[in-house]
């Protein structure tokens, strides 16, 4: 909408009868001042790294400059190190991608793909099916995840929901354990309107259903910024649930406390046919070990 601004002179001539008459005329205009609801995404449209190049991508390219200007052979940290073992490249996929070239990513060394099946107690993708057994289909190993509204309902509600919707786990060697995307609101704040300890809690709750139902310790995919701010960089799961980072960089970075190395990587969100892209940290024979369990 073009901008007319009125000269100084002109301005000066308008009473102020005028100006509160203009004012309630374009507060009582339908649509006039957009409200904040319409600058959201609609509810379950949430995707894996969905708001990490808006948050945590701003100063990344600048510290990857200053680490590796620092850096020396003897000071590289243990999880850069891991970085350096073989990677299996893999890909996560939501219900934007809908019908997904699986051969073409196979054929391009793709060997593991995870798949969105719920959000809330209120989504699941409409795609899932056809993603998930895609997926197999072409010769991956899959599983699935859940995009996290802690301020919804409660972690366990949610891990039910998951698991009624596409989130178990098969003793197969082909089906990895379940994902938690736990970062920023899409919705609304950061955090979800929760302290870090309630957010700890929040995940406890997530966890130990998902644990007690299938047997598995859920992957927990994260980033450290969303992770230091919104549980207070919480330490207590690194010893039984793998990392999943979400870092667009040359690095993974600093990890969140606990973790010494991560389990897979988000390195990119515009890889390839689908977009997001992956690393696991280890050969495929060790994805199909974290398959089996």
């Not at 009582?28 to 609801?37: E, H, K, M, N």
């Not at 970085?83 to 299996?88: D, I, K, L, P």
Request: overall charge positive; aromatic content about 12%; glycine content about 10%.
């Amino acid at each position: 909408m073009r901008s007319h601004i009125a000269s100084p002179r002109r301005r000066a001539r308008w009473s102020v009868t005028g100006a509160l008459t203009g004012l309630l005329l374009i507060l009582t205009l339908p649509g006039a001042l957009p409200s904040a609801a319409e600058s959201l995404p609609r509810r379950g449209s949430a995707y894996m790294g969905i708001g990490v190049l808006t948050h945590d991508n701003l100063d990344v390219l600048a510290e990857d400059a200053a680490a590796m200007a620092s850096q020396t052979a003897a000071t590289v940290t243990s999880a850069e190190n891991a970085t350096r073992v073989t990677q299996t490249e893999g890909v996560d996929v939501s219900s934007y991608q809908g019908t997904v070239a699986w051969p073409t990513l196979w054929n391009s060394g793709v060997r593991w793909a995870y798949t969105k099946a719920s959000e809330g107690t209120y989504y699941k993708n409409p795609s899932f099916t056809s993603q998930y057994d895609g997926a197999l289909k072409a010769g991956m190993v899959r599983g699935a995840y859940h995009f996290a509204t802690p301020d919804t309902t409660g972690g366990a509600a949610q891990a039910d929901y998951f698991l009624a919707h596409g989130g178990g786990w098969t003793k197969d060697g082909k089906t990895l354990p379940g994902a938690l995307d736990i970062e920023w609101n899409p919705y609304g704040d950061d955090c979800y309107g929760k302290s870090t300890t309630a957010m700890v809690t929040w995940i406890k709750d997530f966890l130990n259903r998902y644990k007690a139902r299938t047997g598995r310790h859920a992957v927990i995919y994260t980033a450290t910024s969303w992770w230091t701010q919104c549980t207070g960089n919480y330490a207590g799961f690194a010893a039984n649930n793998p990392l999943w980072i979400a870092r667009y960089a040359s690095t993974v970075g600093t990890l969140p406390a606990g973790w010494k190395v991560q389990t897979m990587w988000q390195y990119t969100s515009s890889g390839a046919t689908v977009g997001d892209h992956n690393r696991f940290n280890g050969a495929l024979d060790r994805v199909k070990a974290l398959a089996t369990g």
